[in-house]
Each structure stands twice: as C-alpha cells, then as structure tokens.
C-alpha cells in the first residue's frame, strides 16, 4: 500500500544544455578562461578542474619570444587593474615544445593566442600551426595595447579583414579575430574580422589608460600607458558586444570585467555567445569554476533549457530593473 504521508517529489529538472558554438568551433559550455590571465594552464591546477572549463585560452604566444616592457608592468586602480607585460612569452617554438603537449592533456579545448608583428607574421604562424594536434581553434591578437605594432592592425577594418583572410588560407583550424575597443567604430572593425571569414570574434581586449603617481610627477608604469581591466570596462564591453550583434551575425565571446553569474548573464542576453573570464582570476583563481556552478541556477531562473534560449534574447527599449518597480510603488505609498 503506498504511504499517504510520503511527499510528492516533483519530477527531477534535466540538466540544462551549456554547449555553444562558435561557426565551427563547439564548446562544452560558455565559461573560457581569457589569455595573460590564466598562464598555461598549470599555474592553475589546484584551483580549477581544468577538463570542465569551456575553453582555455593561454597567454598569447609570438613568433619570437619576447621579453616584455620595462617594470612596473601592472598598477591596481579603483575598479580595475592596469598592465603593460607587452606579450612576454617564450616563442612559438617553445610554445609548441613546452606547453601544448601539457595543455591538450587537460580535457578544456585550447584556444591558442597568436599575435604577429605583421599580417604575413601572423599567416606565419598559423601555418606553423595548421594540423598540430589538440588546437581546437586560434584566437589572433589584433588589439594588444601592450606592443608598438599591437592595435594597428586591429584599429583598421581593412588589415583586420586582411590578417584575418591571410590566416583562413592557411589553415582549417577555426579563427577568432580579438578586437580592441580603442577605436570609433567597432561594428567597422567587426565587419572586417566576418568579410575576412572569422568564426567568431572576441570583444574585448583591454582599453589604454595611465596611472600617475602625482607626488614624483611621474607615470605609474614603465611603459606609460598600458591597459585597463576588471569591472571598470565591464559597460565599454557590454556596449561593444551591443552593438556588434545589432548589426552583423558573427558569434561574440564576450570580455571585459566579469565577475559575477550576473556579469556572464549580462554577456549572454546582450549577444555572446560565450564569455572569457580575465582579471576576476586574480582576485579569486576559482572565478571560473564558481561562475561555471551558478549558470544552470541561472538558466533555470528564465525558464532557459539550452543556452540558445538565452544568447542575444535582449528586448528593445529600457525596463525598470526588475523589483524597482516594486520598490517605486512601495516609496509612493509611504510618502503619501
Ligand atoms: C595581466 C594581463 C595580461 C593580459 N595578456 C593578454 C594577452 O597576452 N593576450 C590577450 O589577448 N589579452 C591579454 N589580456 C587581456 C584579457 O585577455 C582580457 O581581454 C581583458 O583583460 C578584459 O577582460 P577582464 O576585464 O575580464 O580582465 C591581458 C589582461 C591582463 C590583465
């Protein structure tokens, strides 16, 4: 006889479905880790179970290694950080030697950064890299603040689609144009990265700033200028990511000053696709797994089964924030 005090379970709720695509790239779910702020993986072993990122996206590697910029190469500001490395790394030779064979054993699809000091530099690369086992797509660093050459060709929808182009001809391997927002006209840009036959694109790298220290009447940083991170440029990306997926069709990563499940959601319902987590690293190294934890919580709150509920479901016109409205009519009340 079956017990009529036992509760009625509600039936369990199916996982939600996380994975995205980006063109031909297929991601497990939507929460990458964003190149100079995860190292190459290692580093960050303890932290993070590595096999359940979305993506990893390691330092950005050049043709040559690279020493950097002279000391101080980051300043902390009020509501971000600041950073001048100018792309220190090893080369791609050692690159290729020393780190990918470690990182394609992790489970996470890597995403290697590539940055050339010309066009054909970065084709270069790419054939250096077209059927080398376990790159599961190449994101080219069009917009690195950080070097003499690094925005120009990001900064110019021409070589950006020219770069872009140049790197499709040479490989199979599925291409993400990273652009920088230090320009007038981002969709322009954009627009350069889809005619070049990008996959997707990533928005945003970081935006030039300085620090001064006012009392020696000097700049912060050895380099002057560097670039700014964390939550102060989170708006600047949000605008970027808006008004890209406004006017083409090309998948978004999005980045720039997440933190929070309610930052990625901010990406998501904007028009990402997917999101790179970047400085919220070094504040707490777990960033990305928490994040990870809390977006079917999420999902589950707009009643979103699959993330293709969600992506770019932004409605037009302004809304109250939601329980201000609540709130105003609570306020009204009381003062009448
Ligand atoms: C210390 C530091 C180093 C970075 N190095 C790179 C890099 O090598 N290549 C790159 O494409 N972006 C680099 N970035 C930019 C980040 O990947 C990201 O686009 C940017 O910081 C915005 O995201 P966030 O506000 O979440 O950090 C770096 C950022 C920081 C803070």
């Keep these: 006889m079956s017990n009529p005090n036992k509760p009625l379970l509600p039936p369990p709720v199916p996982a939600p479905d996380l994975s995205v ?17 995860f190292g190459y993986g290692r580093e960050m072993v303890g932290f993070v179970a590595l096999d359940r990122l979305g993506g990893i996206v390691p330092k950005t590697i050049t043709q040559l290694p690279r020493r950097g910029n002279v000391p101080w190469r980051t300043v902390e500001t009020s ?18 030697k020393n780190q990918l064979p470690w990182l394609k054993q992790c489970g996470a699809p890597v ?3 590539i940055a050339g000091a010309t066009q054909p530099e970065f084709v270069q690369m790419a054939d250096q890299l077209e059927g080398v086992p376990g790159i599961a797509a190449l994101e080219l ?37 990273k652009l920088t927002p230090n ?13 070049g036959g990008a996959d997707a694109i990533t928005l945003i790298n970081t935006c030039q700033g300085i620090a001064v220290d006012w009392r020696r009447r000097r700049p912060m940083l050895g380099n002057v200028i560097g670039g700014l991170s964390g939550p102060a440029i989170k708006p600047i ?7 890209v997926r406004q006017a083409l069709d090309i998948p ?14 901010e990406f998501f319902v904007t028009g990402a696709s997917a999101v790179q987590i970047g400085t919220a690293n070094f504040a707490d190294p777990r960033a990305s797994m928490n ?28 809304g109250a924030p939601a329980g201000e409205l609540q709130k105003a009519a609570g306020n009204q009340t009381h003062a009448s």
């Design 291 to 318: 994040l990870l934890a809390a977006l079917p919580g999420a999902l589950a709150e707009m009643n979103a089964t699959r993330m293709t509920d969600l992506i770019g479901s932004l409605m037009a016109g302004a």
């Design 141 to 177: 660093n069009i917009s690195c603040p950080n070097v003499s050459h690094g925005i120009d060709l990001g900064t110019d929808p021409e070589m950006c689609r020219r770069v872009v182009a140049g790197v499709r001809g040479v490989t199979k391997i599925p291409v993400i144009a």
């Design 79 to 96: 509501a971000g950080l600041l950073n001048s490395i100018g792309l220190d790394n090893d080369g791609i030779e050692a690159f290729l």
């Design 252 to 265: 978004i990563v999005g980045v720039g000053g997440i933190l929070s499940i309610d930052d990625c959601m």
């Design 21 to 37: 695509s980006l063109g031909r790239l297929r991601l497990p779910n939507p929460i990458l880790v964003a190149s100079g702020t």
């Design 237 to 243: 990306a949000l605008r970027c990511v808006y008004q």
């Design 183 to 195: 320009v007038t006209d981002i969709v322009a840009i954009a627009k350069g990265a889809q005619d």
């Design 111 to 113: 995403i290697v950064s």
